[in-house]
């Protein structure tokens, strides 16, 4: 049994985790960013920290911890408002990840688990999918920042005591996903008319549950010091798939129809969402072989049963 601190807990991945953890009985604490210091999710105890960034105090949190797995993070943001979001992004998920790796090595917490993203590896895969031995080829500030913590993490396991591991999953989903994602499904459960039936693409996607479990393995087993993991759901789904997977959760009949994907790529460009139309279009897999090889790790969940629970919450 160990003592975990698992920084956003009270996020969609951390209630996951939070729960995952439970069952095999280590001792939780977490952090929020709200003053309402009242239990997290399953109770668990949580410390204020209001700012995540280059002078952050830590100190407090990481005492006594054996394993700090970091989940809070500045992520994609539908709206965005700062002059210079890069430099948003690598204040938080940057100097925000070095400094708290920092004080836990100085604190003696032996292992530091980074949740990262699939988008440090790149936009579009190779047809066989993204491993960890392709060169990071991130594309937007979101993807930079989370591979610059990556590096510094690296460097900090050089010079301490303290291992690190990575994980970079796809999109997740699950109770409680926002963004592009329920959007859809919500499109889907009003039987919305959409243009998509035409897009040949694959994507790879994780629900929640998997991955936290692929966390709770990555944390605790002595095979998985220094790695980085790719992670994701078994098999991987084009858009028109995707759509009518949620439809079946959500017993409706899907309404597809054939736009050609050149069309859709205009409409992207004339409405300023060229890049929410490029990640239905495009296909971005993962090989998660190193994973599986490594540390025996597969999902213990189908893809259909996430999405039924994504399901029974949406609705």
């Known amino acids: 049994m160990s003592k975990f601190l698992i ?3 009270t996020g969609f991945v951390g209630a996951s985790l939070c729960k995952r953890l439970r069952q095999d009985g280590h001792m939780l604490t ?44 500045r992520v994609h ?32 917490v032996k292992r530091f688990v980074f949740l990262s993203s699939v988008k440090v590896n790149g936009e579009v895969s190779p047809e066989t999918g993204f491993t960890e031995t392709n060169p990071p080829q991130p594309e937007d500030a979101y993807g930079i920042s ?23 999953p796809p999109l997740v989903y699950g109770p409680g996903v926002k963004g592009n994602f329920i959007s859809l499904m919500k499109a889907v459960n009003r039987s919305a008319l959409l243009p998509l039936g035409a897009i040949q693409n694959r994507r790879s996607f994780i629900y929640v549950d998997n991955l936290s479990d692929a966390i709770a393995i990555a944390a605790t087993r002595s095979e998985a010091a220094n790695q980085t993991f790719l992670v994701s759901d078994e098999t991987p789904l084009s858009t028109p798939s995707l759509i009518e997977a949620m439809a079946a959760a959500l017993g409706k ?38 994973i599986r090889s490594c540390l025996g790790w597969k999902p213990p969940h189908s893809m259909e049963d996430g999405m039924g629970e994504t399901a029974k919450w949406l609705v």
């Open 7 to 9: 920084t956003g807990i």
């Open 30 to 73: 977490g952090t929020t960013r709200t003053a309402d210091l009242g239990a997290g999710p399953e109770r668990v105890p949580l410390y204020h920290i209001p700012k995540v960034g280059p002078d952050t105090n830590w100190t407090q949190a990481v005492t006594g911890a054996d394993i700090v797995v970091h989940l809070a993070a």
């Open 77 to 108: 943001v539908m709206k965005e408002h700062a002059t210079d979001p890069l430099a948003e992004f690598r204040n938080v998920n940057t100097a925000g990840t070095k400094r708290l790796a920092e004080q836990a090595a100085e604190a003696g």
């Open 146 to 168: 989370k591979w610059e913590a990556e590096q510094a993490l690296t460097e900090i396991s050089k010079t301490t005591s303290m291992e690190v591991v990575v994980l970079r």
């Open 253 to 290: 009949n899907p309404r597809l129809i054939r736009l050609p994907v050149g069309l859709l790529r205009l409409v992207g460009v004339l409405t300023g969402k060229s890049a929410a139309v490029n990640r239905l279009i495009g296909s971005l897999t993962i090989d998660t072989s190193h």
